[in-house]
């Protein structure tokens, strides 16, 4: 029997309901399927932050490299610590530590899901750099709190950076319906976003059976609202795609059906799986979390392990779930019972 190690990171909030959850959804996953899952939590967390002025001890990276992959419920509690400590003392940092450049994030509407929109079957995969560009943390501040305070946040983009993502996204597009659309802002940023649409072209010749348009950041979202179903995969920098996969949420029912994935294609090093929701402090602990974007993380991440039939298998779980008006509706259903229901469709 195959045997997994993963480093579980529940973080804060209802990232520990959601994990939970997801934990029994992939345990009962690797009975069916014949593969087990040997799992160690980690503490690290805004509380554990308070407790050590850091989010992860200083092995902390060194530490998750022994796991094959990475399970994150959701990290932050901005009444206690900022964003951007919690953002960059625990996330971004793993992502950077194991090259995890890809950031993948699906969006449709499951079975019995009703989005705000008119459009119906739309499946779109966002792929997010997710290493570098507006996130890179280059820049800083000088003559703090003077009237002539400077404040920089400088975007940085490799070539091999935006190579490496432009040619996953069209590998990802060559799998599905093999039409790749690059998302830029070129017409207003003329360095950075005209270097992006210069190497997608030269990577777009590789693929001669993928089509591929280019379209600004501005233009793409009113296209995902209007015509959905006319995408397929979709291939932005880190800010850019941060934006589009939040709307993408949205036109699928809300945060909580958004998974992801932050994908190192180098299985040497681990991937990292997460939803896409925050901690949502002001619900935490109430079993009232929808854990249906935490468990479709965690298929992702059994995906990406090589057991991809036990992943088809939860997708297929959540969808008898939702079919049936089970975690559809905000507060609807407690966490305990979509999990429950869940497990049954999986088990049946």
């Not at 901005?78 to 090259?99: M, W």
């Not at 802002?185 to 010749?205: C, G, L």
């Amino acid at each position: 029997m195959t045997a997994y190690k993963l480093a579980l990171i529940p973080g804060d909030g209802i990232g520990v309901d959601v994990t939970d959850a997801t934990m029994e959804v992939l345990s009962a996953a690797g009975r069916e399927f014949g593969f087990s899952l040997h799992s160690e939590t980690f503490p690290w967390s805004c509380e554990y932050y308070l407790e050590h002025g850091e989010m992860m001890p200083a092995d902390g990276i060194e530490t998750l490299s022994k796991f094959d992959a990475i399970y994150l419920g959701a990290v932050g509690w901005p009444d206690t610590v900022p964003d951007s400590v919690s953002l960059h003392g625990l996330l971004l940092p793993i992502r950077k530590a194991f090259t995890q450049y890809a950031n993948i994030r699906p969006h449709r509407l499951l079975s019995g899901v009703e989005g705000p929109l008119k459009a119906e079957g739309f499946d779109i995969l966002c792929i997010r750099e997710n290493t570098e560009g507006e996130y890179s943390g280059a820049g800083g501040r000088v003559h703090q709190g003077k009237d002539n305070e400077v404040a920089t946040e400088v975007a940085i983009f490799t070539r091999a950076g935006v190579e490496r993502i432009i040619r996953f996204g069209f590998e990802q597009a060559r799998a599905r319906r093999k039409h790749l659309t690059s998302v830029t802002k070129s017409n207003a940023q003329k360095y950075s976003m005209v270097f992006w649409d210069e190497v997608t072209r030269e990577v777009a010749k590789e693929y001669p059976d993928v089509s591929v348009s280019h379209m600004h950041i501005d233009a793409m979202c009113a296209k995902m609202v209007m015509a959905p179903e006319q995408l397929d995969v979709i291939v932005a920098s880190n800010l850019f795609g941060d934006i589009l996969t939040d709307l993408g949420a949205a036109i699928q029912g809300g945060l909580g059906f958004a998974a992801s994935a932050n994908i190192c294609p180098d299985p040497s090093v681990p991937s990292m799986f997460e939803p896409v929701h925050g901690s949502a402090p002001d619900i935490a602990g109430q079993n009232i979390a929808n854990p249906i974007a935490a468990i479709w993380s965690g298929a992702m991440m059994l995906d990406h392990l090589g057991e991809k039939d036990a992943a088809t298998a939860i997708l297929t779980a959540i969808e008898a779930a939702t079919a049936k008006g089970i975690g559809t509706r905000p507060g609807q259903n407690s966490t305990d019972d979509i999990t429950s229901a869940v497990l049954a469709a999986l088990e049946a």
